[in-house]
């Protein structure tokens, strides 16, 4: 059974910074191209950020170029954003998912970010 579980989510000041995790299980996670995706309230689904199967190729949104880093470590199994400078409009709930072409296939159950002061 595949399952990605996020993690590392909270509450954050403007310019904090949170790094979240994304533990992942039921298939070959290194042959697997990631993605995180987020969900501002009362908005729709906003890719953020992916990453190569062998972690090589990183791309990101404009709206987070910069500050985002996504990373993977294949030996833990764990797909990670670091976030830093965060602003309001960060506000969401993040959502890592895995990408069988030409869909994502699986996702998690997200988890929340808010930064407020």
């Known amino acids: 059974e595949v399952q990605l579980v996020e993690s590392g989510g909270g509450l954050v000041q403007p310019g904090g910074s949170l790094r979240l995790s994304c533990a992942a299980s039921?298939?070959?996670?290194?042959?697997?191209?990631m993605s995180w995706v987020r969900q501002a309230p009362g908005k729709g689904l906003e890719w953020v950020s992916r990453?190569?199967?062998?972690?090589?190729?990183?791309t990101y949104a404009d709206s987070v170029k910069g500050r985002f880093t996504i990373s993977r470590d294949s030996a833990k199994n764990t797909l990670y954003l670091q976030m830093r400078s965060l602003k309001p409009e960060d506000t969401a709930v993040y959502y890592c998912?895995?990408?069988?072409?030409?869909?994502?296939?699986?996702w998690g159950q997200g988890t929340q970010v808010t930064v407020s002061s």
């Open positions: 998912a895995k990408w069988e072409a030409p869909a994502y296939d699986y």
């Open positions: 990453i190569s199967s062998g972690g090589g190729i990183t």
């Open positions: 039921g298939f070959t996670f290194s042959i697997a191209a």
